[in-house]
């Protein structure tokens, strides 16, 4: 708001307002005072995103029938709103549980001793997390990996090529717009912004130097060892063209609020 509002629009002032600045504005959330398409977008430094639903083995639920036929999932997750509980929601609407049941009460550590208890029976995570911090669950088969998010759709992840994307899944366009938005949301990444009416030239200069930035070998090193993550940049121009491909359609809109919202599933 402030970006938009109140900061100079001179090219002295960057803002990088997070990944939720996107998707609050398009969802309609309350007290989004600007209008997001008149941003002039720098990129983000990361882009790639792969989320998996999980089930213990113990479950049983070894396929998408037996997922499909067991009543009361419990999928655990965090807080309400949460990108775990979103996609964990999105994952059990798309794939069509029996009345699952959503625990919002842990945090993610402790969401992966819940499932390794049977506190819980399914989780969304993201693949490079289970890949570091749960490498047992891949070695010794603790989990069954059901299906995959994949932003930018058609990015493999390494370990988990095999898993079915979750728009294989879609009975509907709409399902398949549903899927596409929470992708761009994640694809979008946390976009560095200029305000409105900046100079189109000052615009250019930087955009370029992000875009030389994020070439940069060095970027790349340095990128990794401050964070322990691969650099994935989002380019300006691939910034612009994601937010543009998210679905306005009000009927997608409104599901996809009652789908991140604390009550039941909407019918599907």
């Known amino acids: 708001n402030h970006i938009y509002n109140s900061a100079r629009p001179d090219g002295l002032t960057l803002a990088n307002p997070g990944v939720a600045m996107i998707s609050s ?53 965090q807080s309400v709103g949460f990108i775990n509980y979103n996609e964990g929601r999105l994952f ?32 969304s995570s993201a693949a ?8 047992d669950w891949i070695d010794k088969g603790l989990v069954d990996f059901h299906s995959i998010i994949e932003a930018p759709k058609g990015d493999k992840h390494p370990n988990f090529s095999q898993v079915p994307e979750l728009e294989t899944f879609a009975k509907s366009e709409r399902d398949r717009k549903l899927i596409v938005m929470a992708r761009s949301f994640r694809l979008s990444g946390t976009p560095n912004v200029l305000p409105p009416g900046t100079p189109k030239d000052r615009v250019a200069i930087l955009q370029e130097a992000f875009r030389k930035t994020f070439k940069d070998p060095e970027f790349a090193r340095e990128y990794k060892k401050l964070t322990g993550e691969d650099a994935t940049p989002l380019l300006p121009e691939d910034n612009e063209r994601a937010i543009k491909d998210i679905p306005r359609e009000p009927e997608v809109i409104e599901i996809f609020k009652k789908l991140i919202g604390a009550g039941a599933l909407p019918p599907r």
């Open 25 to 77: 504005a398009v969802l309609g959330d309350s007290g989004i005072l600007y209008d997001y398409s008149k941003f002039f977008y720098m990129g983000s430094p990361y882009s790639q995103y792969h989320g998996l639903f999980v089930t213990r083995k113990e479950a049983g639920l070894s396929s998408i029938e037996k997922l499909r036929a067991a009543a009361g999932v419990r999928v655990g997750a």
């Open 92 to 123: 059990a609407y798309i794939l069509g549980l029996n009345d699952p049941k959503f625990i919002a009460s842990y945090s993610g550590p402790e969401l992966d001793i819940a499932i390794t208890r049977g506190e819980i029976d399914a989780r």
């Open 128 to 135: 490079d997390t289970v890949v570091k911090r749960n490498r």
